[in-house]
């Protein structure tokens, strides 16, 4: 069984920066960050296998970071020049499946975490 705990999220101003953490028991392959807004579907933001190959959507490449402490049991969201359209609530999730790569899809993920809101103004 994977428990996962979203930490972090809050407000800040477009160009500004926020780091999410989530705290994860359990065995993990891959493990991923998606983020969602009210009456849409839920968006991969990227995700981190367990060799440490990240991937990402087009739209964060080159402002935001995943990474996992050596022990795999934290995941990170490094969010650097926000824009309000980043404005969502965010989720870790992961599932234990071995893949070629980590899957792309909300519903291909077992484990979530509660979500952690993040807001960012113009």
């Known amino acids: 069984q994977v428990r996962l705990v979203d930490i972090g999220g809050g407000s800040v101003q477009a160009g500004g920066s926020l780091r999410l953490s989530c705290a994860a028991s359990?065995?993990?392959?891959?493990m991923a960050w998606f983020r969602q807004s009210p009456g849409k579907e839920r968006e991969r933001v990227g995700s981190i296998r367990r060799d440490g190959r990240t991937t990402y959507a087009d739209s964060v490449k080159g402002r935001f970071a995943i990474s996992q402490d050596s022990a795999k049991n934290n995941l990170y969201l490094q969010m650097n020049s926000l824009k309000p359209e980043d404005t969502d609530l965010y989720y870790c999730?992961?599932?234990?499946?071995?893949?070629?790569?980590?899957?792309?899809?909300?519903?291909?993920?077992?484990?979530w975490g509660q979500g952690t809101q993040v807001t960012v103004s113009s």
């Open positions: 359990g065995y993990t392959y891959c």
């Open positions: 999730a992961a599932h234990r499946d071995w893949a070629p790569s980590c899957w792309t899809t909300a519903p291909s993920y077992k484990y």
